[in-house]
């Protein structure tokens, strides 16, 4: 069965400070990726997509997230931190024929002045 | 971007009342809804898919004679928690798009936070 996995569940770094955050992806055809960040009590806001093409993908607020199948992951990178970057990552799949998004679990990113 | 509203933001219920929760695209027309639920610190989980006109979607373990999904229009899909319980109190997310396929863009609502006392 398709399956995203967030390995971090909780992530704290320094303003300033780069920022990656890993996701693994379990998905026997091309895989149609995403990256949403959540605010406390507020929906997803969509940061980035991969669907196909160059595997460095550039998004909205500074990130990017780089595609590497042989890895099966989609990670997310920003260069440098800052505090409003606090919030809930979650990264995604289309699965069910490509109509359904599915989940990881989560990382909730802490940013200390 | 477009927009998708839920209302009510949030929500408080006695146990066994039945709760509606909205969901609108304000400014396209929404093939398909979908209703997720996310409990604190966890994920959001699929619980259904809506599509105008037809009957939802439900995930497996979802039932649907407690969580009633109606997509009465292209621009409109309810959820209704019928006799709520305790267990129910979560955040509910509904999600639209345009049309079909992987390169259509979905949208998120605000979320709806259920209570039941």
């Known amino acids: 069965a398709q399956s995203v996995t967030q390995p971090d569940i909780h992530i704290t770094v320094s303003e300033g400070a780069s920022l990656e955050l890993r996701c693994n992806y379990s998905?026997?055809?091309?895989?149609?990726l995403f990256w949403y960040v959540q605010s406390p009590g507020q929906g997803l806001q969509l940061l980035l997509k991969?669907?196909?093409?160059?595997?460095l993908v550039q998004g909205i607020k500074g990130f990017e997230a780089e595609f590497k199948r042989s890895q099966s992951s989609f990670n997310l990178r920003k260069p440098s931190v800052h505090w409003s970057d606090a919030a809930e990552y979650f990264c995604?799949?289309?699965?069910?024929?490509?109509?359904?998004?599915?989940f990881g679990a989560g990382t909730r990113l802490a940013v200390h002045p | 971007g477009a927009v998708v509203s839920q209302h009510p933001s949030w929500v408080i219920c006695k146990s066994g009342t039945s709760v509606k929760i909205e969901c609108r695209s304000l400014?396209?027309?929404?093939?398909?809804m979908f209703w997720y639920r996310q409990f604190p610190k966890q994920s959001l989980m699929l619980m259904a898919t809506s599509n105008e006109g037809s009957k939802a979607t439900y995930e497996q373990g979802v039932e649907k004679d407690k969580f009633l999904i109606n997509h009465a229009s292209l621009t409109l899909s309810t959820l209704t928690v019928t006799s709520a319980h305790p267990e129910d109190s979560s955040f509910y997310i509904c999600?639209?798009?345009?049309?079909?396929?992987?390169?259509?863009?979905?949208?998120f609502g605000e979320g709806s936070r259920l209570t039941v006392l």
């Open positions: 991969y669907f196909s093409g160059d595997t």
């Open positions: 999600s639209a798009r345009e049309r079909p396929g992987p390169a259509a863009e979905l949208f």
């Open positions: 400014d396209f027309q929404a093939t398909t």
């Open positions: 998905y026997g055809a091309t895989p149609y």
């Open positions: 995604a799949v289309l699965s069910g024929g490509y109509n359904k998004l599915i």
